[in-house]
């Protein structure tokens, strides 16, 4: 009876060792096979840039998209931002107290999002074209030939 016991035993070690063997060679195997370096997917999206983009939602107004170099230009004609919305930085108009409007920049998406609420607006503000100083400034223009009467 001792006899079978352990050579049993001798037999089940002898599988547990076979298999740990088996085991570490599949992982080597593995770890050949995958790159120590950045991954494929970096090599193929190296022409991409990550943008926070402008979504016009109420409940989801920004997010971080990646686009193509060649469309970062219109992106950020319409108020996009370069980099993820956390990093952000926006340009906005900022109305006042006294009523005047300031171009300011806010970072970060979420205080972005919390001063449009507020009413201020994406993009640089806008002047007004100024009044002409003084009177008789503007003279009519004179008419070229005859008056007809």
Request: aromatic letters at 4%.
């Amino acid at each position: 009876m001792r006899e079978r016991f352990r050579r049993g035993a001798a037999l089940g070690v002898l599988g547990a060792v076979a298999g740990a063997f088996a085991v570490a060679g599949l992982g080597s195997v593995g770890a050949a096979v995958s790159p120590a370096s950045s991954p494929a997917s970096a090599s193929q999206y190296e022409q991409k840039v990550t943008i926070c983009h402008r979504t016009g939602s109420k409940k989801n107004p920004f997010r971080t998209i990646r686009v193509s170099r060649n469309a970062v230009k219109a992106h950020l004609r319409h108020g996009d931002a370069l980099g993820p919305c956390s990093a952000a930085v926006f340009t906005m108009c900022h109305k006042t107290k006294s009523g005047k409007h300031a171009t300011t920049k806010v970072r970060g998406a979420r205080k972005a999002q919390r001063n449009l609420k507020r009413g201020d607006k994406l993009g640089k503000c806008k002047s007004k074209p100024q009044k002409a100083k003084g009177k008789g400034k503007h003279k009519p223009e004179k008419s070229k030939g005859r008056k007809k009467g």
